[in-house]
């Protein structure tokens, strides 16, 4: 779908604010966090306690009881694929086939949107009484963020930035194979197309292992590249950064020449419709951040991951929405932060692991107050898949957590089956958040890949009095709630 002109663009967004400004009855939640952050869990744990009345303390409408109740409804958008939310809950339970057919919903890999209508009993304001939100959730994967600063690009430069970041330590091993080919090429030679397709191969090959979990790495553009969807094989997705002198001429008809063609094409089918049809319409946002992977991986990853979280907030319009505001140029004036998997720590350090997530995103955080947008940092488990126990061991007692690892999963050498309860240590995590960049936190891999945090199958879901599968239970998911619509429901 070819997407609008400036000025179309800025008038459709104007007419749908002031409607949705004068009606009080809108609100446009971006979801978002990079791979494995859980972002699907996060949304269908959402859903699944705003429609089912789940145990929502924080959330103020629902503790008061002034949530009569949340519907699906029919999304505005619909060029934009609906949110699969009764798959991932019949992933999560495991549907009519038991509960020993429970696993993880799969990963956000495109773009969808769901819209949730909440009725409720306004108490504050001028408009007392009875009112309703659609509250319209967009589900996107953060690795499209960090694609948003290569609008302010050139092919020369991008390329220039992604072969310095490949000669450091953590991914020169990883880009080995690529940057061998690179070696070889000339990029004023003629073009040739299986010299263009196997460069971008290579070149995606070492993206997709710098994110694998063993170095959870972050700043990958281009986005596409590893989510590539209906993309997967075009021109578009055919290139990678060349050897260019700054400066120097690029041959028409060149292997460089070429290159330049299918990275600018790339911004503007794949980046530029992005921000514009989607980004830029949003009012509130989440970024999931998944820290225990980082710390798992080192200091590189978590010096990465604070890199890729300065960039996603960057592409943020952020600042405080005013009629004008809200009219003209729509501001994300509400970003929450959250550290996901806490269930995978116990409670004594969830504070701790806030501190991280705070000191991985001051940067960010300081740009975004001094526009007037609203942040908060937390810790939160959407799903959480284990429960605290105080475990004897060597004559005193450790804080531990319980749960059913996955299958796979091995601890001091113990393998699991993805069918037993175990009880694990989990550590705590530094007192001083910036251990974790020295490399002093305690949760490193050792060489065998053996990991400190262990990863859960969901908990079993329990019925209803009704005989349909309860909210499950989460840490902190009421609190993300009442930071992000708390206010347009008092």
Known sequence: MPFL???AFETSIAARSLADYVAGGG?????????????TVFLTALIHNLANNGKLPVFRVSAEGRLARATLDPQPDLHVPRFAYEEHLVALTGGVEGAEKRRWPSSTRNISELRVTLEFERQTGWRKGPRSLALDIVDYPGEWLLDLPLLTKDYAQWSRETLEASAAAARAPLAADWRGFLASLDPAAPFVEETSQKAAALFTAYLRAARGEKYALSTLPPGRFLMPGDLEGSPALTFAPLTIVEGAEIPDGS????????????????????????FARLDRQIVLV???????????????????????????????????????????????FAATKADHLHHTSHDRLEAILRHLVARAINRAEAQGSDIDVIALAAVRAT??????????????????????????????????????????LPADPRAVFRGDALAVPDGEGDYRFVRFRPPAAQLNARGEFAPLPHIRLDRALEFLLGDRLA
């Open 5 to 7: 002109s400036d000025l």
């Open 290 to 336: 998944d820290a225990l992977s980082a710390l798992n991986s080192g200091p590189a990853a978590v010096r990465d991951l604070e890199t890729a979280m300065t960039d996603v907030l960057t592409a943020f319009r952020a600042g405080r929405s005013s009629l004008l505001g809200q009219i003209f140029r729509p501001r994300i004036d509400k970003i929450l």
């Open 255 to 278: 292997l460089a020449a070429m290159m330049r063609r299918r990275y600018e094409a790339y911004k503007a089918v794949v980046v530029k419709p992005f921000f514009r049809d989607h």
């Open 27 to 39: 609100l446009r939640l971006g979801v978002t966090g990079l791979s494995r952050a859980g972002k």
């Open 387 to 428: 429960r605290e126990a105080s475990v004897k061991h060597g004559g005193g007692t450790l804080d531990a957590i319980v749960g059913v690892p996955l299958d796979g999963e091995r601890v001091n050498g113990d393998l699991f089956d993805g069918k037993a309860e175990a009880a694990i240590f989990p550590g705590d």
